[in-house]
C-alpha cells in the first residue's frame, strides 16, 4: 500500500479507470498523493482481474499511461506559448514530441 493510504482508502478515489471491453476487470483509482508530494498515485489490485488493465496501461507502474500523460501535458504547454506540435514514436516504441515555433 503507497505511504499514508490505509485500507479504508481502497474503493475511494478521484477518477478511476477500467477497459471497456472488459467489464469484469478490476478498476484502478487515481488519487491524490499522501506522502507530501505532489501528484497522483495509482491504487489497484494486480492480482487476477487486475491484470489486463494494469497490462493496457503499461504495467504495474503504469509506464504507458504516465508516457501519454506526460507527453500531454508537455504537447498543451508548448501548445499555449504558441508552438506546433509533433507526435511521432521511435524504433522503441517510446514517445517523440518535436515542438516548433
Do not use: W
Not at 27 to 48: N, Q
Not at 71 to 98: M, N, W
Amino acid at each position: 500500500m503507497p505511504q499514508g493510504f490505509t485500507a479504508a482508502d481502497l474503493g475511494h478515489c478521484d477518477h478511476k479507470l477500467k477497459l471497456k471491453n472488459n467489464p469484469d476487470a478490476y478498476e484502478v483509482g487515481v488519487v491524490r498523493r499522501r506522502d507530501g508530494k505532489p501528484g497522483y498515485e495509482l491504487l489497484f489490485d494486480f492480482y487476477g482481474q487486475g491484470a489486463p488493465l494494469l497490462n493496457a496501461l503499461g504495467g504495474k507502474e503504469g509506464g504507458k499511461l504516465k508516457a501519454e500523460y506526460s507527453a500531454a501535458v508537455v504537447t498543451r504547454h508548448y501548445q499555449s506559448e504558441g508552438f506546433t506540435v509533433k507526435r511521432t514514436l521511435g524504433a522503441d516504441g517510446k514517445i517523440i514530441l518535436t515542438a516548433d515555433k
